[in-house]
Structure formats: C-alpha cells, structure tokens
C-alpha cells in the first residue's frame, strides 16, 4: 500500500488537477466520504460543492458542478463539468456566468458577420443566374 493517492480532476476542457494528495474528501449523495490511500474501489455520483484534498498538512478546495467521483487503487478520478481550484462553488458559477455572457457575445458577433456573408453570396450567386 502506497502512501498517497494521485487525485485528477478533468473537465472537459482538460485537467484541472492531477496531483498526489494524502486524502480526499468528496460530497456524494449519501453524504461526505473520504478517501484515502487503499479505499476499496468504487464510484459514485459527486453532489455539486468543493472537494477537499489534503497533502503534508496543506488543504486545498476544489470547486465543482458534481459529476461522477471514481477510486481504483491508488487513484481517484474526477470527472466534472467545470472545476476550479482554489474556489467554492458561488465563485465557480459565476465564473461560468461570465463565460457564458462571453460565449454568448461572441456568438451573437458571428450571427451577424454569418447573416452578412449569407446575403453577400445570394446576391453574388443571384447575379450569376442573371447572366445565363
């Protein structure tokens, strides 16, 4: 048995964690678990909140929307929608809903530049037919 566990924490746009930590503490469903080197293996349902990772006396909190929390050996494995370490959850969501206003933005910039290209080649390929 080996003394620590490696913890991953992936959202879809990448790792956000992957480190070697003494423990973890999680918010399932059922209520907090904590997970330490040699937990039996299992996986769970992970409740939107901060997961606790402690290393050499040092705690660290990492936000997430929940998810699915995963053990193997010495592994734990978290797969979420979007994580941040350092946080809690009401930053997170905020974070997120500047992210989405962002997307949003942009999105709407592209709608308008996609309807003016749209016009553009109807009234290029309009004036083609003209000519036949």
């Known amino acids: 048995m080996t003394n620590q566990l490696q913890v991953e924490v992936l959202t879809p746009q990448g790792a956000q964690f992957d480190e070697p930590v003494d423990a973890v503490v999680a918010p399932l469903p059922d209520g907090w ?8 293996p299992f996986q769970a349902r992970l409740l939107p909140g901060v997961v606790a990772v402690r290393n050499s006396g040092r705690q660290r909190l990492i936000a997430t929307l929940g998810g699915v929390l995963s053990t193997d050996a010495n592994q734990v ?3 979420t929608g ?3 370490l350092d946080a809690d959850l ?15 933005a942009v ?9 003016w290209v ?8 309009s004036g083609r037919r003209r000519r036949f």
């Open 77 to 79: 494995t978290i797969l």
């Open 82 to 84: 979007a994580a941040r």
């Open 90 to 104: 009401p930053r997170l969501e905020e974070e997120i809903g500047q992210e989405t206003e962002r997307a949003q």
């Open 118 to 125: 749209y016009r553009a080649l109807a009234d290029t390929l």
């Open 107 to 115: 999105e709407h910039e592209a709608e308008k530049h996609f309807g």
């Open 33 to 40: 678990i904590g997970v330490l080197p040699g937990h039996t």
